[in-house]
């Protein structure tokens, strides 16, 4: 094994420094990862916070100014945007480069954004699945990525040199790396991630419409099921609508599945049918206690999470 003795990369743009993109150039900072951040935003409020804070050397308007030059490039926009930007920095990205993402679904990046890669830049898409809550350039921190895992969907034929350095590059900011086709990427997360958080909006936009319970009730007497709902549900609604528009066949199917196993609880609960309630609640609870064995989880209050950490 080589010992790394310099930055992986001469230049990273992250184009997008919301949560995950501010969180990318604090650990790029950390584990000295790249000689040079340049950040890009559309908006001069984003911009005027990034810049405050002061996590990327340089901070850019225009996407194409950004992406000039650099030898490793990340969208880190809403997947609803991937398209536009794509198109947008083509003609900016240099032959070499490497061009990924952090998108939740993955079909619909390689659909987006794969016939704008210009021919000799190698583009991986890839997920870091990690995540909080709350959005925006002052809702990054370094520590977001360690332990986490980050899933690459290299297509076939990418050079293996390219993805190689690029999960070298996961790893330095404290990632752990896998490697997964493009539709079993998206199935996987689909049940992992994109139908809980459809769950969690559904319910509370249920108990926000139950005429006999008050909003002040709702609010007032959250216990730890309803309180940990809202938590998610707090999440950027433009990152989920794009989410739940591009991966719709995924999440549709897994929603059936669900569906079909929600009806069975219903005449189990109906019927006073204990023993498959209980035998259910049991293999769940394992399924719970696997989550925290694995790391992807801690058994701590409020889930382990810093409320110091407010976006």
């Given at each position: 094994m080589t010992t790394r003795t310099g930055p992986i990369f001469t230049k990273v743009a992250l184009v997008g420094v919301g949560l995950i993109g501010s969180s990318l150039a604090y650990a790029i900072r950390r584990g000295s990862l790249a000689a040079h951040i340049a950040g890009t935003?559309?908006?001069?409020?984003?911009?005027?916070?990034?810049?405050?804070?002061?996590?990327?050397?340089?901070?850019?308007?225009?996407?194409?100014?950004?992406?000039?030059?650099?030898?490793?490039?990340?969208?880190?926009?809403?997947?609803?945007?991937?398209?536009?930007?794509?198109?947008?920095?083509?003609?900016?990205?240099?032959?070499?480069?490497?061009?990924?993402?952090?998108?939740?679904?993955?079909?619909?990046?390689?659909?987006?954004?794969?016939?704008?890669?210009?021919?000799?830049?190698?583009?991986?898409?890839?997920?870091?699945i990690a995540g909080t809550e709350h959005s925006g350039p002052d809702a990054g921190f370094a520590e977001l990525f360690d332990g986490r895992w980050c899933i690459l969907t290299p297509p076939p034929?990418?050079?293996?040199?390219?993805?190689?350095?690029?999960?070298?590059?996961?790893?330095?900011?404290?990632?752990?790396?896998?490697?997964?086709?493009?539709?079993?990427?998206?199935?996987?997360?689909?049940?992992?991630?994109?139908?809980?958080?459809?769950?969690?909006?559904?319910?509370v936009g249920t108990a926000s419409d139950l005429e006999q319970v008050t909003q002040g009730e709702v609010i007032k007497f959250s216990a730890g099921g309803f309180r940990d709902f809202t938590r998610i549900a707090a999440s950027d609604p433009t990152m989920w609508r794009d989410v739940f528009l591009n991966n719709r066949e995924a999440v549709l199917e897994v929603l059936g599945r669900f569906s079909e196993d929600l009806s069975r609880l219903q005449r189990a609960i109906r019927w006073g049918e204990g023993d498959m309630l209980f035998d259910l609640f049991t293999r769940t609870r394992a399924i719970r206690r696997s989550v925290i064995e694995a790391g992807q989880d801690t058994p701590a209050a409020n889930f382990g999470r810093d409320t110091t950490k407010q976006g």
């Open positions: 935003a559309h908006t001069a409020d984003i911009r005027k916070r990034a810049a405050d804070r002061g996590f990327c050397h340089t901070i850019h308007e225009n996407a194409a100014d950004a992406v000039r030059d650099a030898d490793l490039v990340i969208l880190c926009t809403p997947v609803g945007a991937f398209g536009s930007v794509a198109q947008e920095i083509a003609g900016a990205l240099r032959p070499g480069a490497i061009l990924t993402d952090v998108g939740s679904v993955k079909m619909a990046v390689l659909r987006d954004v794969g016939p704008h890669v210009p021919q000799g830049v190698h583009f991986i898409p890839g997920h870091p034929g990418t050079d293996q040199a390219a993805v190689d350095t690029l999960a070298e590059f996961w790893r330095g900011c404290g990632s752990r790396v896998e490697f997964m086709e493009a539709k079993h990427h998206d199935i996987v997360l689909a049940i992992t991630s994109h139908v809980p958080h459809l769950i969690a909006y559904n319910i």
